[in-house]
């Protein structure tokens, strides 16, 4: 039997139907409508089996993931934001549209699950994941199995806490790290670098560019080492750095991945994060302390929903 996974995106979707032995028989992209969103999204994927010549009753479950909070035993979305869902039964009434058992999973929790699958050759039982897009979210695998928490909320590392004290968070609190070291917040600490110094490198692209930075803009500078960009996006890093040392202490993973826009700054992102780290963590965390950059990215939301959902067809078996 094979499973259909569905990564459901704010402007689009990716899907996947996945074998039991895990492998895609074929993949695309759907649109997200504003309204009618499962409907719609029947309609295409209806389309697209036809096209691939996959027959629905070869699919026995389907997966999705969702980006906000899940009350993955009820079935139920608590609040995704992008999608204007608030308390939406989601699995009674993908179950009435598409006519097969329905499961739901935080994207960045299925993230994680294809994190920990993408590396099972070298064994590893325990990872988490910081996705760092234009918020912050992450997951966690601790004895080879997602970490989902009581009610469904773990691994929202990008909120609670005291990490900064520069930019309120949009979920309400003041010192989240999400507000600083997402995209969205070394973006805006690089274009108040700029404005605030009007002779740097930063301000000079600024104003050759007559628009604000993006991270794509500062990627050449970072690259060539510019002491203000890597300043800066230091910066920005610190809060993010604090967050993991406290969860390296609290679970002890065997590797800590990063994934989402930010990352495409590269390998020196990667070094700056982990020298941050390093310095605040003692000798014997030092030694088993590993940071790694994924290699699935925006795809891992995908995957993962198809190994958690092909989980659930052993779980039914
Ligand atoms: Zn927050």
């Avoid at 459901?8 to 695309?28: D, M, P, R, Y």
């Avoid at 960045?108 to 699950?113: F, H, Y």
Wanted: hydrophobic fraction near 40%; charge should be negative.
């Amino acid at each position: 039997m094979n499973v259909l996974a569905i990564d459901l995106g704010g402007t689009s979707s990716k899907c996947a139907v996945f074998s039991a032995k895990k492998a895609i028989l074929c993949e695309f992209k759907v649109a997200t409508k504003k309204e009618a969103i499962l409907q719609h999204l029947k309609t295409e994927i209806d389309e697209q089996l036809t096209k691939y010549g996959i027959d629905w009753l070869t699919i026995s479950q389907i997966g999705f993931a969702i980006p906000g909070f899940l009350d993955e035993k009820k079935g139920i979305v608590v609040l995704a934001g992008n999608l204007n869902w608030h308390y939406f039964n989601i699995t009674k009434e993908a179950e009435n549209i598409f006519q097969k058992p329905v499961h739901i999973i935080n994207d960045a929790n299925a993230a994680a699950l294809a994190e920990y699958w993408d590396r099972i050759y070298d064994k590893k039982e325990s990872l988490l994941l910081y996705t760092l897009g234009t918020g912050i979210g992450g997951g966690i695998v601790l004895d080879g199995k997602l970490w989902t928490g009581a009610n469904g909320y773990a691994g929202e590392f990008g909120h609670g806490g005291h990490f900064q004290d520069r930019f309120p968070c949009t979920c309400g609190l003041q010192h989240c790290i999400e507000p600083v070291s997402s995209a969205t917040g070394l973006t805006k600490l690089i274009n108040q670098v700029a404005d605030e110094k009007q002779e740097s490198s930063l301000a000079i692209l600024k104003s050759e560019l007559q628009r604000d930075l993006r991270l794509v803009d500062i990627k050449p500078l970072f690259d060539k080492n510019d002491e203000i960009t890597i300043v800066t996006i230091t910066e920005g890093l610190i809060p993010l750095a604090d967050h993991i040392v406290t969860m390296l202490y609290v679970l002890n993973p065997e590797v800590i991945i990063l994934a989402g826009g930010v990352t495409n700054l590269g390998v020196k992102l990667k070094q700056i994060i982990e020298n941050l780290v390093k310095a605040r963590i003692g000798e014997f965390m030092l030694k088993t302390f590993k940071i790694e950059i994924s290699n699935l990215q925006d795809k891992a939301g995908m995957y993962g929903t198809g190994y958690y959902a092909l989980s659930k067809i052993k779980e039914v078996e």
